[in-house]
């Protein structure tokens, strides 16, 4: 019993910090080189990178397929359009609305088919996506705007002062919104809440064998994430200034999926290295546009015969501690 | 504990009263009675397809009983979720090890504090005191655990890397991190050697010493069950058939029936032939 030490979970290697601070400092930087169309497609990764990030809370972190994402970016997007246009209320004070909304109704969608397995989920939620957009189209109360969608929101503010109208002011917001839910959820991964849900995606029997209350712990992922896909919604919507169902379509959830299982899952660097790939590849292939989505779909099936894991799977505990260290573990016990 | 006198006064852990499960036109268990008494360790045996993991498995609320009751230190916990009857202190193993694959040794111990654990989404997030006092708490208690089993070593090891006798004791110590009141454990020496075998036998005598737990399990290696059970409980196709003291079983009739089947009348002769001898 002699080396009761807390273990090196949390530990941070210096060099480690160091990478982090330089990968922070190039984001802030970034704008100050970039001309604004550039500017324009790093904030389309910081939305892609957001929304990964709320996918990976549910597919990563619980392993619950969800195909219906966009459903929930819809409704964040839509809550904010509705209210901003009608009552006039500044967008950033809609910013908790619209992650409320889309929680909300998270929850009231998904508690009746939680306990659904693998793909039976998958099918039910992609159906839960396409029924928002079809709802959209619909033009419930003449609310939405039907097929055309809603016009002319506002820019982001606060009603006074804070006030985002260039391209470097929108990318500071979202990529400030994406560190501060990386922060978030690294803590999370780090806690009870985090392991619960690796839990249940390891072995859900298991995990309720040893205390963890499956059903709510894979409820909680759901409008986590679908709350944080609000958040999404909140911010492209203003900076589009419309919204139509056509932006909610099942290939967005696919896209999301998509960079899910390219970064690796549950792994948050793998998000933003799956954000950059949906985001950044269109505009690189911009002038053989007629091949993308070759060259995508080749893409997809090589990395899912040589890198099934991903392109940064996370690594657990201090295995990830050690390997930067070069430390040999293993003395003691 | 081996006196039976002394095992009767004892307070009752775990009661079951006409326990009944039904799996459509099966009856897998049928108005089983068991008791388990504090501080014993009480084997359940029988062949293929008695109901034995069928009675574990509605005693932790995988399955909810069609009849019956599960009382744990008197009160009713009949179709209570299995992670409610984990807070109350019945901890269970599995008989194909169900262990957290891709996580840590430790990770996989922590599991076994979740329940004694409270903190919240915003205390997570925000790491209160209290949040990081309970995590401190986690660790420690999931490090003196893995010491007990004598796995520290590979703390930081993925828990499907290591050996399988590793694994089993990986579960168990997992199971104790909760501490349990009972320790349920669903075939512990399977797949074991004879030197792992004989350890875990060590194990669980020691654990009854040293950690107040009382402990029920299914067995089907008999030098296990002869050597460290205070009470034997038999079932055969749902039903119990027999209980007493390990060397009473060994000798009862019904049992060798069941075991051994009865309708040769030959061959039940010959089997009585060589326990004479």
Known sequence: MESIKPSGIKSIATSQRAQILIVIGAFMAYPFFASDYFIDIAFFFGIYALLGLSLNIVLGEVGLFDLGHAGFYAIGAYTTAILNTKFGIPILVLLPISALAAALFAYIVCSPVIHLQGDYLLIVTLGMGEIVRLALINNPFDLTGGPNGVFGIDFPSLGGGLFIDSSIEFYYLIWIIVALSILGLIRLQNSRIGRAWNYIREDETAASANGVDVKNYKLLAFVLGAALAGVAGNVYASKLMCVSPESFTFWESCLMFCIVLIGGMGSIPGVLIGAAFISLFPEIFRPFAMYRMLVFGSAMMLMMMFRPGGFWPRKRGAVEFRSILGAPGRDDG | ?????????????????????????????????????????????????????????????????????????????????????????????????????????????????????????????????????????????????????????????????????????????????????????????????????????????????????????????????????????????GRKIAEGRPEEIY?????????????????????????EH
């Open chain 2, 1 to 237: 504990m081996a006196d039976p006198k002394a095992r009767s006064q004892a307070d009752i852990v775990l009661e079951t009263k006409r326990l009944t499960k039904i799996f459509g036109g099966l009856t897998a268990v049928n108005h089983v009675d068991l008791r388990v008494h504090k501080g014993e360790i009480l084997s359940l045996i029988g062949p293929n397809g008695a109901g034995k993991t069928t009675v574990f498995n509605v005693v932790s609320g995988i399955y909810k009983p069609e009849v019956g009751n599960v009382f744990f230190n008197g009160r009713d916990i009949t179709g209570h979720k299995p992670h409610q009857i984990v807070s109350y202190g019945v901890a269970r193993t599995f008989q194909n090890i169900r262990l957290f694959p891709d996580m840590t040794c430790l990770e996989n111990i922590m599991a076994g504090q979740h329940c004694r654990g409270k903190a919240g989404l915003f205390s997570s997030i925000f790491r209160t005191s209290g949040q990081r006092r309970e995590e401190t708490r986690i660790q420690e208690v999931a490090a003196s655990r893995l010491h007990q089993v004598k796995l520290w070593k590979f703390h930081d090891d993925l828990a499907k890397n290591i050996a399988y006798g590793s694994q089993r004791m990986l579960e168990i110590a997992r199971a104790l991190a909760s501490d349990p009141d009972l320790l349920v454990l669903d075939e512990p020496s399977s797949g074991l050697n004879p030197r792992e075998t004989e350890n875990l036998m060590e194990f669980l005598t020691g654990l009854i010493e040293t950690d107040d737990v009382t402990i029920l399990l299914i067995e089907h290696d008999m030098n296990v069950v002869m050597g460290i059970s205070d009470w034997v409980v038999v079932m055969d196709e």
């Open chain 2, 251 to 275: 000798t009862n009739q019904r049992v060798i029936e069941a075991y051994l089947g009865k309708d040769d009348e030959e061959e039940e002769a010959a089997y009585a032939a060589t326990v």
